[in-house]
C-alpha cells in the first residue's frame, strides 16, 4: 500500500537526506594566505608607489594565497639596517637599491650604481638575466654568508648630475664642492675633487638650504621636485656618468622564500619581471611631466657638459682600476660587465637611428 506523504514524512527524509549529505561532503577549511612583510626604503613619493605596484602585480597573480604587507621606510629598522634585518628574518623581504648596503662590499655597487660602458639599465638588467649577472650576484650573498636572494627590477633613466648654485659650464667647477651622492658615485666624484656627503633623500633639502652641502643629486625630477629642490637651487643639470645605470633590489629571506610553494616562488619572480615595463612607461612620463613644472617654476635646466662627463668617465677609470687590483670579485665582475656591453652595444649602436635627429625634425 502506497502511503501518502504528509508535512512531517516530507521534513524527516529531508533532514535525512542532508544529514548524509553533510557526511558525504566533509566542509572545506580554507587555509590563511601567507603574509609576507616588506619594508620599502621610501616613505612615500613615486618610489613608494613603484613598491606598491610591485605588489599589486604579485597579488593579482598569487590570488589568496599570498599577501605582502608592504611597510614604509623606518617602519621597522633603519634603512641602512634593512638588509641585514632580512638576513635575519626580522624581515621577509625589502625593496631598495644596492647602493644602500655597498659599504658591505665595493662590488655590490656593479649592481646597478657602477660605471658605464656605454650602456643604460636596460642593457645591465639584460646582463643580469641573460649574461651571467644574476650568478655573480648570488656568488656575492655566498661570499658574505647573506641569507637573501634578490630580483632586479625597473630601468631608471640616468640620474641628472644634479642641483647646484650656479650653472656649471666646466669641470673645473666641480672642484672642492661639498656633494651628496651615494654608492660608488662617491669615490668617483671624490676622484674629481669634490667633498662627498652620503645623506638620506629627506635629508637634501634641508642640507642645501642649510649651506651643509653646496650641490645634490637624488634620482629624478619627480623626486627632486618632491623633496622641494627648486627652493633651493634654479641651477639643474641633467645627463650625468655618475649613476647613469639604476634599477630597484626586490630581496627576499631566502629560508623563507624556499619554504613557499613551487608556484608561489615563481609568482615574486615574474612578477618583478612584469613591473620592470610597467615602471620605465610609468615613471618616464611621470619624469617629463614634472621637469615641465620644475621649468613652470623658473628653475633652469641644463644639458651637463661633455667636458663634466668626460672628467666621469676618467674618474671612473681610476676608481675601477684601484678596486680590482684589491678586490678579484670586483674585478671579474667588470670583466663580465664589459663582455657583454662590448657585444650588446656593438649591435646596438649600429643598429639604433639617431632619435634626436628624428626629434629635431618634428619639434625643432
Known amino acids: 500500500m502506497t502511503r501518502k506523504p504528509t508535512r512531517r514524512r516530507f521534513l524527516k527524509g529531508a533532514a535525512i537526506t542532508a544529514a548524509a549529505g553533510a557526511v558525504a561532503a566533509p566542509a572545506v577549511v580554507r587555509a590563511e594566505p601567507m603574509v609576507l612583510k616588506m619594508q620599502a626604503a621610501w616613505g612615500g613619493g613615486i618610489f613608494l ?5 610591485y605588489v ?3 597579488h593579482a597573480m598569487a590570488g589568496k594565497d599570498l599577501k605582502i604587507d608592504l611597510l614604509a621606510v623606518n617602519s621597522v629598522v633603519k634603512t641602512s639596517q634593512m638588509q641585514d634585518a632580512v638576513h635575519r628574518g626580522v624581515l621577509d623581504a625589502a625593496h631598495y637599491v644596492p647602493a644602500y648596503w655597498y ?24 646582463w643580469i638575466h641573460y649574461g651571467g649577472g644574476q650568478a655573480l650576484f648570488d656568488e656575492l ?15 631608471m633613466p640616468a640620474q641628472p648630475l644634479g642641483w647646484f648654485k650656479e650653472q656649471i659650464t666646466d669641470a673645473s667647477q666641480m672642484d672642492g664642492l661639498k656633494y651628496r651622492t651615494v654608492g660608488l658615485a662617491a669615490d668617483v666624484l671624490l676622484e674629481m675633487g669634490m667633498s662627498v656627503v652620503q645623506l638620506p633623500g629627506g635629508e637634501i633639502q634641508p642640507a642645501m638650504k642649510s649651506g651643509l652641502i653646496d650641490a645634490a643629486e637624488f634620482n629624478n625630477p619627480t623626486s627632486d621636485r618632491d623633496f622641494g629642490m627648486q627652493d633651493v637651487s634654479k641651477h639643474y643639470h641633467l645627463a650625468s656618468f655618475h649613476q647613469s645605470q639604476e634599477f630597484f633590489e626586490v ?39 614634472d621637469l615641465e613644472k620644475l621649468r613652470a617654476q623658473e628653475v633652469n635646466v641644463y644639458r651637463t657638459p661633455d667636458s663634466v662627463m668626460s672628467a666621469q668617465l ?6 675601477i682600476g684601484r678596486i680590482s687590483a684589491e678586490d678579484p670579485f670586483f674585478a671579474k665582475v667588470v670583466a663580465s660587465q664589459k663582455a657583454y656591453a662590448k657585444e650588446v652595444m656593438n649591435y646596438l649602436n649600429l643598429n639604433q637611428p639617431d632619435y634626436k635627429l628624428a626629434y629635431r625634425h618634428y619639434f625643432g
Open 49 to 53: 608607489e613603484n613598491a606598491r605596484s
Open 56 to 58: 599589486d602585480r604579485v
Open 103 to 126: 659599504s658591505k662590499s665595493k662590488a655590490a655597487s656593479l649592481f646597478g650604481t657602477g660605471p658605464c660602458f656605454g650602456w643604460s639599465s636596460q642593457e645591465v638588467l639584460g
Open 141 to 155: 650573498m655566498a661570499d658574505l654568508g647573506l641569507n637573501v636572494i634578490s630580483f632586479f627590477n625597473s630601468p
Open 251 to 289: 630581496t627576499f629571506n631566502k629560508r623563507k622564500y624556499e619554504s613557499l610553494p613551487a608556484e608561489l616562488q615563481a609568482v615574486l619572480r615574474y612578477a618583478s619581471e612584469a613591473e620592470n615595463s610597467n615602471f620605465y612607461w610609468h615613471n618616464t612620463k611621470r619624469y617629463a611631466e
Open 314 to 319: 676618467v674618474a671612473w677609470d681610476k676608481v
